[in-house]
C-alpha cells in the first residue's frame, strides 16, 4: 500500500515573488502568486499529499504570513517558520527493498512550482 507523499515547500521565491528580507519580514505587503501555484497544489492536494510550507520568516510573523498566505489562496497543511537562510538539507533513510524515500528540487528563483511533477 502505498502511502500520501509529504511535499515541503519554501514560500517565497518558490510561491511567490520573493520580496527583500526588510519588506517580507516587517510589512504588510501583498505577496505576489508566482504561476500555476494554486493549480499545482490543488493537484497535489487531490492526490492526498501533505503539503508543508516553510520559511525563513520569523515565529513572531506567524499570523501575518498566514493573512497573507489566504489572501492568495495558498492553502497548506503545515506552515513551519523561523528556519534560516541557508542551506536546507533533508536527510532521510531508504526502505529496505532500496527505494528511496526523499528528493529535492531546486528551481529559481521566482520560476515556481509549475513545472515539477512527482
Known amino acids: 500500500m502505498s502511502r500520501p507523499k509529504t511535499i515541503i515547500l519554501d514560500i517565497d521565491g518558490t510561491l511567490v515573488e520573493h520580496a527583500p528580507p526588510n519588506i517580507a519580514q516587517g ?24 503539503i508543508i510550507l516553510l520559511t525563513g520568516r520569523r515565529e513572531s510573523l506567524r499570523e501575518q504570513t498566514e ?3 489566504t489572501e492568495v489562496g ?5 506552515l513551519v517558520m ?11 533513510d531508504k526502505k529496505p527493498d532500496g527505494e528511496v524515500t526523499s528528493i529535492a528540487f531546486n528551481p529559481q528563483r521566482n520560476e ?6 512527482i
Open 74 to 78: 495558498i492553502f497548506y497543511d503545515q
Open 67 to 69: 493573512r497573507q498566505l
Open 112 to 117: 515556481g512550482i509549475n513545472g515539477i511533477d
Open 82 to 92: 523561523g528556519v534560516g537562510g541557508g542551506a536546507r538539507i533533508l536527510i532521510n
Open 27 to 50: 510589512y504588510n505587503h501583498s505577496m505576489k502568486l508566482l504561476k500555476g501555484t494554486i493549480d499545482k497544489l490543488i493537484e497535489w492536494d487531490k492526490m492526498g499529499y501533505n
